[in-house]
């Protein structure tokens, strides 16, 4: 058995179940000798497909996927997902060949390419050490959360194994959850005794802790209500006093609470520019507190009262005992009638924006809330569009939405619903794409269709990029290097096997309602085209932090 026999099949036994990639001659025999083992291999169309896929995979299933590419260009081509799942901090594997030749074609240093975008190179050395090396890379991605580039060198990879390695190749222990100190929850606990309006704030890291019963009986004790970042949308669906996604996204009465907070704990969330509006969303008197398990994201980007160094689930926990009796906070009847009338954004009047030919996102994204099942995971893109599938389309629990978002490219949005589905089969996948992300991501059409996945892929189609075209155009600026041609995307989609629906008005939207009570024997795309005329309303605060 060779090295690369050897690393694939130790990996597999060691808890590597989903592999993505496109293989090419370096990864050929490595890859292979992981599904021989049991791995289910994706073969996406193009790497940054398969990378975002992995990633998406991941943060969906709670466990980690790996990525498998080709020396040098396989690597470069995948170079942007795997920037986004570094900046993201998913314990993501990558698999990449290497040549250590400078004179071959292939010749990069790959080192430094990760090193670049805040992954974590590592590197198969010899023979005697492959499983051993390659059992680390997991561990690490694992247990620091990283996304790690293990460099297979094709020399390595032809070398003949010591007999008996893989047999000793076992998962690694789970990652064991940091204690908060004793003082630092009497501190916190002090602080919600004194608080009167109090909000939490979960994100990421509350998302990945499975903490959102945990904080839901904190904040019934203390009377806070409760709020998520934009990646751990639908952690508290279901609970009366949930506001749904803090920042941009926002209801206008969840920013109205936010707002006005005197005590705002953020629980695995950054507190950033995007969840609080570029601070707007926190009082000039508010106290504001930040628990996570990494010590340097305390105050990264926030001015703190108190920073909590502790896993989420376990300082909630400990808080909750050192409580001394149940405050009302913020549940009142009133704030509670409000929220039930309009606490969602959907819940807000508007002025129908739509035309000849032209259907108002607004409208669209609230007909496919009620048309589509509860049960279902959608992958969101980045663009002029996105805010209208998280501010409109609910979730069914944090595990209902993938958004990835942390390097802010369009592109991605098909290969995170793609991901997203395979980790959750049991649920509806929906795609929710802008025109132009989706035209980038196109080759992964025949993905879906190869997979069978009866995924819905929604297009908000408004023939250009629709940010550029609404922060330049009212200052005077040509917008003919952002805006194109009518694309008849329903034609392309029916090319790669798709059923389609090309949706100007609601009553269009019929052809979705049939197709979801037909057999579903093939995927849907909707050529949704969204009326053009302004940006959405996150736009410009977006773009003061671009």
Known sequence: ?????????????????????????????????????????????????????????????????????????????????????????????????????????????????????????????SAEEAVAQALEALRHALHERRTVLLNLPLAVQALEAPGGVVSQAVP?????????????????????????????????????????????ALAECHGALLATSAVAHGLFHGNPWSLGVSGGFSSPLAAELIASADLIVGWGCALNMWTTRHGTLIGAEA??????????????????????????????????AAAD??????????????????????????????????IDPRTLSIALDDVLPAERVIGVDSGNFMGYPMAYLSVPDENGVCFTQAFQSIGLGLATAIGAALARPDRLPVAALGDGGALMGAADLDTVRRLGLPMVVVVYNDDGYGAEVHHFGPDGHPLHTVEFPETDLAALARGYGFETVTVRTRADLGAVEEWLAGPRTGPLLVDAKVAKDRGAWWLEEAFRGH
């Open 1 to 125: 058995m060779n090295v690369a026999e050897a690393v694939g099949r130790a990996l597999v036994a060691a808890g590597i179940g989903q592999v993505f990639g496109v293989v090419g001659s370096g990864n050929f025999h490595l890859t292979n000798a992981m599904t021989a083992a049991g791995a289910r291999f994706v073969a996406a169309r193009h790497e940054g497909g398969a990378a975002t896929m992995a990633d998406a995979y991941t943060r969906v299933s709670g466990t980690v996927a790996a990525l498998s590419v080709h020396q040098g260009p396989g690597l470069t081509n995948a170079l942007t997902g795997i920037t986004e799942a570094a900046k993201s901090r998913t314990p993501m594997l990558v698999l990449a060949a290497e040549v250590t030749e400078p004179r071959s074609n292939f010749h990069i240093d790959q080192d430094a390419l990760m090193r670049a975008v805040g992954a974590v190179p590592l590197r198969i050395t």
């Open 172 to 216: 690694p222990p789970a990652r064991e959850p940091v204690e908060p100190a004793r003082a630092d929850v009497d501190a916190l606990a002090r602080l919600l005794a004194a608080a009167r309006r109090p909000v939490f704030v979960a994100g990421r890291g509350a998302r990945a802790a499975g903490a959102g019963d945990a904080l839901e």
């Open 287 to 320: 106290t504001v507190v930040q628990v996570d398990d990494d010590p340097t994201a305390l105050g990264a980007h926030r001015e703190l009262r108190l920073g909590v160094t502790g896993d989420v689930t376990r300082t909630a926990h400990r808080v909750l």
């Open 325 to 358: 009796g149940k405050q009302r906070g913020l549940r009142t009847p009133g704030i509670a009638e409000a929220l039930a009338a309009r606490g969602r954004r959907r819940d807000v009047p508007y002025e129908d924006a739509g035309g000849p030919g032209r």
